[in-house]
């Protein structure tokens, strides 16, 4: 594994500097969320440094790494929302290739933090509220989904999940199954 400092600087070449301030803030919010969760922060700041490792990467890389990491059904790689839906993945792929990040749930929280999954460990669903409500998101309830998120975790994650799936169909787009999944879960009340 890369010591924190060398991971910061090999991630800050590889984004924007838009894409590595918020991967920044996404890091401090996963760091403090895991401590009032009772989990490793350390472990927390990793996936939160490294959530988005891949989201500038060219379409066409994004697909190459995804179809050599063979976790992708083609009927993902065809969408018509590939990046956005290829780099959760593919940031995993290269956190442990590229990073040498070994740490199963940090790499797991990496994966799912664009779509969701059932079920989700504490950790995944900390980067995926914290991707949501990172101080550098516009969009109206990213705030106040953060101040939940400090209050009641758990209702932040709904609402997190509701705003993500409600944005998707917004725009006409067919949710993700596996964000689909989680919807049902959490709508019937199922241990997610
Ligand atoms: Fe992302
Ligand atoms: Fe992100």
Redesign the pocket.
């Known amino acids: 594994m890369k010591d924190f400092l060398s991971a910061r600087r090999c991630l800050r070449r590889r984004l924007s500097g838009e894409r590595y301030r918020?991967?920044l803030n996404?890091m401090r919010l996963c760091a403090e969320l895991a401590v009032r969760q009772g989990i490793s922060p350390d472990r927390a700041r990793w996936a939160g440094l490294l959530?988005?490792c891949a989201?500038d990467l060219p379409i066409g890389r994004l697909r190459r790494y995804a179809l050599r990491s063979g976790r992708k059904p083609s009927s993902v790689i065809r969408s018509a929302d590939t990046p956005g839906l290829l780099h959760g993945p593919v940031s995993r792929t290269i956190a442990q290739s590229e990073f040498r990040l070994t740490d199963r749930d940090v790499l797991q929280s990496i994966e799912s933090?664009t779509v969701g999954r059932v079920p989700m460990s504490t950790l995944e669903k900390i980067v995926y509220v914290a991707?949501y409500a990172?101080s550098d998101r516009r969009f109206k309830a990213s705030s106040s989904i953060r101040r939940l998120a400090r209050r009641s975790f758990q209702e932040a994650f709904r609402r997190a999940v509701m705003g993500k799936i409600r944005h998707v169909v917004s725009r006409h787009r067919v949710p993700h199954p596996q964000s689909l999944r989680l919807l049902t879960a959490l709508l019937n009340g199922f241990p997610v």
């Open positions: 918020h991967s996404v959530h988005d989201r933090h991707d990172s």
